[in-house]
T-cell receptor, first 113, second 114 residues
Framework: GQNIDQPTEMTATEGAIVQINCTYQ??????LFWYQQHAGEAPTFLSY????GLEEKGRFSSFLSRSKGYSYLLLKELQMKDSASYLC??????????????FGTGTQLKVEL | ETGVTQTPRHLVMGMTNKKSLKCEQH?????MYWYKQSAKKPLELMFV???????ENNSVPSRFSPECPNSSHLFLHLHTLQPEDSALYLC?????????????FGDGTRLSIL
């Protein structure tokens, strides 16, 4: 079966650093994605990890440990506009083509002054 | 602007109505997807089309009927829906080949069943 766990809500202060964790137990694994979704908008791609280690992209970094079934998204120098839902998703390729993404429920981040 | 356009943005319909959701992607991708997003629940994959062929039907009731006439367009035909089908329906597209090919999402259609 597929199981992806993330905290439901987090609150952080503007200018601070926040780490959003994701643990997964899936039958297949071909990469882990993080998406950001503002209310009423499309999820937008943030980062991708397929090998163990840290991927850095500006204020956002993502880490993966395949042996532990664990990833985190790190947001630095938080801004008010970072208030959004952050979705963790595991990819499993489909035999007929395309990819299947299994999503967690998302972590609603609130950035406060 | 994500390159994936969905219409309509909002739809209210009765349980006996028939309507269709439309998705168009301008990214040159060859795979398209329908997802359902309900409050407090993860995004649920409904259908996957790769090279215009359906490759995944994730146990979706037959009152939802997808159609992919070409690689740029995807439809979801709706008939005899139930109140629990009220949700945000998201379309996505991706390039099939390559390890780091994210799915790009549209803004979704907010569907309300009366």
């Amino acid at each position: 079966g597929q199981n992806i766990d993330q905290p439901t809500e987090m609150t952080a202060t503007e200018g601070a650093i926040v780490q959003i964790n994701c643990t997964y137990q899936t039958s297949g694994f071909n990469g882990l994605f993080w998406y950001q979704q503002h209310a009423g908008e499309a999820p937008t791609f943030l980062s991708y990890n397929v090998l163990d280690g840290l991927e850095e992209k500006g204020r956002f970094s993502s880490f993966l440990s395949r042996s532990k079934g664990y990833s985190y998204l790190l947001l630095k120098e938080l801004q008010m506009k970072d208030s959004a839902s952050y979705l963790c998703a595991v990819r499993d390729p489909l035999g007929g083509g395309g990819n299947k993404l299994t999503f967690g429920t998302g972590t609603q981040l609130k950035v406060e002054l | 602007e994500t390159g994936v356009t969905q219409t309509p943005r909002h739809l209210v319909m009765g349980m006996t109505n028939k309507k269709s959701l439309k998705c168009e992607q301008h990214l040159g991708h060859n795979a398209m997807y329908w997802y359902k997003q309900s409050a407090k629940k993860p995004l649920e994959l409904m259908f996957v089309y790769s090279l215009e062929e359906r490759v995944e039907n994730n146990s979706v009731p037959s009152r939802f009927s997808p159609e992919c006439p070409n690689s740029s367009h995807l439809f979801l035909h709706l008939h005899t829906l139930q109140p629990e089908d009220s949700a945000l329906y998201l379309c996505a597209s991706s390039q099939e080949q390559g390890p780091n090919q994210p799915q790009h999402f549209g803004d979704g259609t907010r569907l309300s069943i009366l």
